[in-house]
């Protein structure tokens, strides 16, 4: 048993201890407290806000590092400037990178959802994470209000504090800007209308219905084919009419969604994430469809980057063993949506599977899970719209597992909670350091990009405009991009641009001529800047003239 074990155990038994003691104080209070929805669900969505924003001091606002990050915060700097697509570059060929096209518009090739939340909060707060946090607590909340339409106020509040120990401060979603607590949030609405709608037909239930299925489709189009399949097969046809409301509601996302396409690709019906697969024949394509072959010519990164995902399929067509072995491979990642001692809960919520309604929310994780396991890669937020539902199953399984049971797994996931966030309560203690390699599915900042953000404050310290031209080792690990630009690069005090060669460099650097030239190797074991040192481009070598009367070389046609 390690260290960090140990003090887990205790805190368990002073947990345990403590429920002995106060468990007839608190429990009445917390359950006279679930009666009042509005306070419950303010300080659900709360609590993981306020929590997070006190490990500042350790950890600051997350450094994007990964280039799907970069490609949200450029979909919001876009909307910032008030427009869906930038015009192309003239230069454009220096500032080829991953998931932005450059032509026909320079444009992100993601949906406008994510960056749309980014773009408010950028402008609201003065910096795009507060889009991230925002999001967090709309989940957070919504799961909560999402439970009350399922089990009892009392089981509601309880998975309200699940979630917030699961997918409060310590998540991946609230420490990147990938995009997970959106989607998330658009699947609380949906399947917290959903019992609302069976029970009393409400106008205003549709309308939240409609409301969920329009943000999940501005921020995961694919895997919103699957939400609306599990909300017709709850649903009855005496319900079509409140179906129809909940339609005309999400309407505006699909008119956004092709306005977007118009103006990023200039057809109504192409999506960026298309256009990008055409162009460079990345992100994968679905299992079933063929592999696009890129249109344009790539970069060696972007090169590496097509090759991984093409083999992604493997060789031969798609077969039901490559299928299921895929999504075998993929239910390992359950730890990401359980806290260990739910796996207990999940295992007992089969004996709720008698009812009608437990089948049903256990058929559509199925169909979730089927269904985007026909895309070669996976990321956790393909199922952010059905978190709320592994939340709901975990409730229900700790209702199945009886009452004393349930107690000491709530216990262990508080202590588990209590003992992580604690560490990073004292990041710095020798205990929080050792520990730090055992920590999983967390990433809040211990794998934060420290180079980046050496880089970063090297480049606040130098004074006025920059041209940072970037060079690549040829080991070079094509994952870590550097190139990302905003979305008006002249206005930029800082340009990123892929090094060229000195003819190519010459011309941009001709291009901004009263720009600062400076030079960016990441892949020394210590990247650091330093000055461009133009090398002008060497003039052809001419082959000597043969003199007067001299014997012409022998050439390879007169070889008989």
Known sequence: MQGGDLIEALLVLVFAFGALVWRPYLEPRALRFAEKPLWCFAIIATLPVALRLALLPHHPAPTPDIYDEFSHLFVADTLR??????????????????????????????????????????????????????????????????????????????????????????????????????????????????PRIKVHERMRDAVLLGAGIAIHLLTRPFESVFLCIAVVTYL???????????????????????????????????LPYTLSQQQYGVPAALTFLPTPKPERPLTHEQELDYRMQSGFKGSGPETLTKFLLRMEFRIRYYRFYFLPPLYLALIAFLAALRESRYRWVAATCLLFALGINFFPAFQLHYLAAIVCLFVLISVVGLQKIGPWPARMIVMLCSAHFVFWYGLHVADESTLSRFMRPYETWDAINHENPARRIAVRDQLARTPGQLLVFVRYFPHHVFQEEWVFNAADIDASRIVWARDLGPAENHALMSYYPHRRALLLEPDQETPELADYQEELPKPEERKPEPKAGAKPLLRFEDVK
């Not at 997918?167 to 990147?176: A, E, R």
């Not at 079509?240 to 977007?260: D, E, F, M, N, R």
């Open 81 to 194: 400037h008030f427009r869906l697509a930038n015009p192309t570059h003239p230069m454009h060929r220096f500032f080829e990178t991953f998931f932005i096209s450059q032509e026909p518009t320079y444009s992100s090739i993601y949906p406008i959802g994510q960056g749309l939340v980014l773009a408010l909060a950028w402008n609201l707060f003065g910096l795009p994470w507060a889009g991230v946090l925002v999001g967090t607590a709309a989940f957070c909340g919504l799961c909560y209000w999402m439970l009350r339409g399922w089990v009892t106020p009392g089981w509601a509040l309880l998975g309200g504090v699940l979630a917030v120990m699961e997918f409060g401060p310590l998540n991946q979603w609230t420490n990147d800007y990938w995009g997970g607590m959106l989607p998330a949030a658009g699947g609380c609405l949906v399947f917290g209308a959903l």
């Open 236 to 270: 009855r046809p005496k319900h079509w009419k409140l179906i129809s409301v909940a339609a005309l509601v999400a309407l505006p996302a699909v008119g956004i969604t092709l306005v977007q396409n118009k103006a990023v690709t200039g057809s109504w019906t192409t």
